[in-house]
């Protein structure tokens, strides 16, 4: 059973189009995240969301919206899309607690056209 | 603030070479300290942790330890194998709610 599930796992559209990317684990983790990583690898957060509440919004345009409908899964919503938004995205997961470590899903590659 | 320094890539070595990645971090408080490693077409996993100063983190004949004088956590393996190819992170978490992510080095080792 994959602990983080995202879908889907390539993703190409046109720029202006709004599209979604979905996440799940079943880890039983408080904590979801979302993750952007552009084409130098560079890893930048994007929100985080403990038990359904937002408690990280880095500076990304509100085009961006992340829900969380229960603690088990967090989505991300992604209004007129443009050609800097090509990306891959990735869902992450953690129980709260400094030694706790991330859970990653294996990406959503976006390419807008 | 938070943040994560580590060396940049591309890294390229021979089959049996000892590696380093260096990794220096700024913390406010005492952080957990983390080594993550991507494959080609697959999300990060967790390599190696090390939660207080003085610690060692080891796996896979990877190892680094968490030194506070020097605020740093360097990535070492004393013979590394092709299948070692990939994007080595080093990461750094306070509160075990956010994490902070040096910019990635790619390795690759050639037979």
């Known amino acids: 059973d994959t602990a983080v599930s995202q879908t889907p796992k390539y993703l190409v559209t046109q720029m202006g189009n709004d599209k979604s990317i979905k996440c799940e684990q079943n880890?039983?983790?408080?904590?979801m995240y979302w993750y952007k990583q552009d084409s130098k690898k560079f890893l930048k957060i994007m929100f985080s969301?403990?038990?359904?509440?937002?408690?990280i919004n880095e500076t990304v345009p509100n085009r961006f919206s992340p829900k969380s409908p229960d603690k088990a899964h967090l989505n991300l919503h992604i209004n007129s899309l443009e050609l800097g938004d090509s990306a891959v995205y990735f869902c992450?997961?953690?129980?709260?607690?400094?030694?706790?470590?991330?859970?990653f899903g294996s990406g959503t590659q976006l390419s807008v056209l | 603030g938070n943040s994560v320094t580590q060396m940049e890539g591309p890294v390229t070595l021979s089959e049996e070479a000892f590696l380093t990645i260096n990794c220096t971090y700024t913390?406010?408080?005492?952080?957990?300290l983390f080594w993550y490693v991507q494959y080609p077409g697959e999300g990060l996993q967790l390599l190696l942790k090390?939660?207080?100063?003085?610690d060692k983190g080891s796996n896979k004949g990877f190892e680094a330890t968490y030194r506070k004088e020097t605020t740093s956590f360097h990535l070492e393996k004393g013979s590394v194998q092709v299948s070692d190819s990939a994007v080595y992170f080093c990461?750094?978490?306070?509160?075990?709610?956010?994490?902070?992510f040096g910019t990635g080095t790619s390795l690759t080792v050639i037979p």
């Open positions: 992450a997961s953690s129980q709260a607690g400094p030694m706790e470590k991330l859970f």
């Open positions: 880890l039983g983790h408080d904590t």
């Open positions: 969301y403990n038990n359904k509440e937002l408690i």
């Open positions: 913390a406010t408080g005492y952080p957990s």
């Open positions: 090390a939660t207080k100063a003085d």
């Open positions: 990461a750094l978490s306070e509160r075990g709610n956010q994490f902070y």
